[in-house]
């Protein structure tokens, strides 16, 4: 699979509305992400409006994934892996452009009950800085990465 990172478009927004009902409907089938379908088209509406780079993941021509990065605060507000690219390099080629996107460092926050979200964040080199709980009472653990520092100066 080749993935490429592209910019958001608007003809993309029904594939990945899809791809976050179906990939969060998984995580937690408890919740209906159908009725939420809504929220996340007006979300990607307003970070479309403010600036915040939406980053899109495509194999061929169809959405793999996304991430939404904010670009004074750093702040990522979406990053998603749909079901059946899992596991195939998505999320890493995503983060990677997330990265070049604010290389002065990123932020976010995923829920706590969540292993394998937060071990791929960790092995990105994010590292917990917080915690609250959400809306549904649910605890969220607050993540950063900060880059390394810069190597030595010849010399210094």
Same mark, same amino acid.
């Given at each position: 699979?080749?993935?490429?990172?592209?910019?958001?478009?608007?003809?993309?927004?029904?594939?990945?509305?899809?791809?976050?009902?179906?990939?969060?409907?998984?995580?937690?089938?408890?919740?209906?992400?159908?009725?939420?379908?809504?929220?996340?088209?007006?979300?990607?509406?307003?970070?479309?409006?403010?600036?915040?780079?939406?980053?899109?993941?495509?194999?061929?021509?169809?959405?793999?994934?996304?991430?939404?990065?904010?670009?004074?605060?750093?702040?990522?507000?979406?990053?998603?892996?749909?079901? *059946?690219?899992?596991?195939?390099? $998505?999320?890493?080629?995503?983060?990677?452009?997330?990265?070049?996107?604010?290389?002065?460092?990123?932020?976010?926050? $995923?829920?706590?009950?969540?292993?394998?979200?937060?071990?791929?964040?960790?092995?990105?080199?994010?590292?917990?800085?917080?915690?609250? $709980?959400?809306?549904?009472?649910?605890?969220?653990?607050?993540?950063?990465?900060?880059?390394?520092? *810069?190597?030595?100066?010849?010399?210094?």
């Amino acid at each position: 699979m080749t993935v490429r990172i592209v910019p958001y478009r608007p003809t993309l927004t029904p594939a990945l509305a899809d791809l976050w009902v179906a990939a969060w409907g998984r995580a937690y089938p408890i919740y209906d992400f159908e009725t939420r379908r809504g929220w996340l088209l007006d979300r990607i509406a307003v970070m479309e409006r403010d600036g915040t780079a939406i980053l899109v993941a495509l194999d061929g021509e169809a959405p793999a994934g996304f991430v939404t990065v904010h670009p004074v605060t750093g702040w990522i507000d979406q990053m998603l892996v749909g079901i *059946a690219h899992q596991g195939r390099g $998505v999320a890493d080629a995503l983060m990677a452009a997330a990265k070049q996107e604010r290389p002065a460092g990123l932020t976010l926050d $995923v829920n706590a009950d969540n292993a394998r979200a937060i071990a791929f964040y960790r092995r990105q080199g994010f590292v917990r800085t917080g915690g609250r $709980v959400n809306e549904q009472g649910r605890p969220i653990d607050l993540m950063a990465w900060t880059p390394p520092p *810069a190597p030595p100066s010849p010399g210094s």
